[in-house]
């Protein structure tokens, strides 16, 4: 029903078993586990090359290009107006860029629409939470798993059977990922009923629900009180370890970023300024001045 | 008491079309969040189509009078059927053209189309001969029983379309694929991020709708026995069905069809008492107070109870 990733005796001991594991299907890929990861080997999981982007007179993302690797956290940090939002909006294909080429895992993926890229396992979350109110959490969670049977009009009338125990599956993933997040108590709750630190939870399970390959998380830490903060990212931490997922990450909160990513990417007025590792970042000049508002000089 | 039991026969077979309609404006509305203003529209083709279909072209004298553009004669269920089909055509043109408005734009497109639908049958006499529209339609099982009789049976036709749609709905709506047009209706760019191709089922819901909208034309269309443009202007074809579907619960059929038996009940009875407590000379423009009944009530339910009598179910997906 999800991605449990365990080391394999058997195997060399950098290699990990994955299991898929549907129900009626399970799949087992043996792969490299973290232990042999080099961003400089790797080839990337997401790439961007030359994008632009304008609205009107106003150049949003100018000639951004950078390269994500996989199973990794990478940070996208920069101040208000950088472009961060704006250029997840482009990659998740909600903008099409002016400009440029988005490459995700080999293949070209701008110009293609919002739901397209998300069923190329590139899954993304909103900077502030759009959780569906008047559904229930587990409505919520249960929707997002793709081609499901009953997503067929005729199917629910003429082979309910079939529907039902998709249902039945979906159903069980959701209540295993909601006791994961903590938020079984209140799954036949409105999402719109949620506080603000359950909600980023929610958005979190939700992501867990779609067995993605890669999550654009846009500030996961926005309206979550500091001692909420803390559970997120240990969550985040726990996803991307367990599932080999590959995660780009807005952050606002600097500790919540400086602690779960590495590299960190910076973006201002539209255009990348560095690249580098929390360290790097933190101690690079322009960051600060960009940051702490340097003289104009 | 004879009379009572007609009237209220009668009563029911009205109340249970327009329940029909209520139950189609939920799949629009209430759970796909659809701002459909062109019921009036879909229940001109749909009873047009099964008129046309069920009836004998006009021969000899009739034909100087009657103007018809086909005419089949064909079984009664055959032009439900095709009523049922060409409202949904129609609704995946419209469709086509104007899903992707957002939600008061597509109010006034559909408000626009489906009167643009009633100003060509009404000018184009060769279509259905125009503003006299078409008579003496025929009536399914007519025969079986004496005339005098004959409500009952329509009523059980009416009441098993009413059944089976309502279970047709209720199996959809607790489906994943309603869970999608109620995600939809919650937030569009949110079911999309979730990977749902909003603007197909979009156009999904329209075409089922629609298609629920056709079959209760022409259920009207053979009740009736005559149908003319008139009958479809946006107050009796389209607002009286929003106020049944807001009265009795958005978002639950159950409610829907509580409330049009409900809104039809005080439409056809206010005329009595109108007619017994007004004066004489005011008694032609009486039955206008029903518009203000109406009115009033769908802005009572707005004020005390905005969800309707029974809204809808906190748990809604259940298959």
Known sequence: ?297 | MAGILNFLVSFAIMAAIYAIFAMALNVHWGYTGLLNFGIAGFFAVGAYTSAMFTSKMPTGTLAKYVKMAFGFDLPFLCGVLAAGIAAGIIAVLIGLLTLRLSEGYLAIATLGIAESIRLVLNNEHWLANGPQGLIGLPKPLYGLVPPAYYNYIYLIIVVIFLAIIYFALERGIRSPWGRVLRAIREDEVMASADGKNIFLFKLQSLALGAVIMGIGGALYAHYSGAIQPAVFEPLFGTFIIWTMLTLGGTGNNKGAILGAFIVWALWSWSTFLILKFVPQGFQTRAPFIRYVIIGFLLAGIMVKRPKGLIGEERTVSRF
């Not at chain 1, 009626?24 to 080997?41: A, D, K, V, W």
């Not at chain 1, 009338?157 to 909601?178: H, Y």
């Open chain 1, 1 to 297: 029903m999800y991605l449990t990733a365990t080391p394999k005796n058997k195997l060399k001991s950098n290699l990990v078993e994955i299991r898929i594991d549907y129900g009626y299907i399970t799949f087992r890929i043996i792969r490299e586990g973290p232990g042999t990861l080099n961003s400089q080997t790797e080839s990337p999981i997401l790439s961007l090359q030359n994008v632009r982007k304008s609205f009107g007179g106003l150049k949003a993302i100018d000639d951004v290009s950078f390269d994500v690797a996989p199973c990794r956290i990478t940070g996208l940090i920069g101040p208000n107006g950088a472009g961060k939002t704006t250029l997840f909006n482009i990659i998740s294909g909600f903008h099409k860029p002016d400009t440029g080429e988005i490459h995700f895992k080999g293949k070209r993926i701008d110009g293609l629409s919002l739901h397209q890229t998300f069923n190329k396992k590139l899954c993304r979350t909103f900077q502030i939470s759009r959780e569906l109110k008047l559904m229930t959490v587990l409505d919520n969670l249960m929707l997002v798993p793709p081609n499901q049977a009953g997503e067929k009009l005729w199917r629910t009338w003429f082979c309910p059977g079939l529907v039902r125990k998709q249902e039945i599956q979906i159903r069980e993933k959701a209540l295993k990922i909601l006791q994961l997040v903590g938020l079984t108590h209140l799954k036949d709750e409105y999402a719109g009923n949620l506080s603000g630190g359950q909600k980023r939870l929610l958005e979190l399970a939700r992501t867990m629900m779609a067995d993605p390959e890669m999550i654009l998380f846009d500030e996961p830490g926005a309206g979550v009180n500091p001692s909420e903060r803390k559970t997120l990212a240990d969550r985040i931490r726990q996803l991307v370890q367990e599932n080999q997922i590959t995660v780009l990450l807005i952050g606002h909160e600097m500790e919540l970023v400086m602690d779960i990513c590495n590299p960190i990417i910076v973006l201002e007025r539209g255009k990348k300024l560095t690249e580098g590792t929390p360290d790097q970042v933190r101690c690079d000049p322009r960051v600060l001045e960009v940051y702490l508002g340097g003289t104009e000089e």
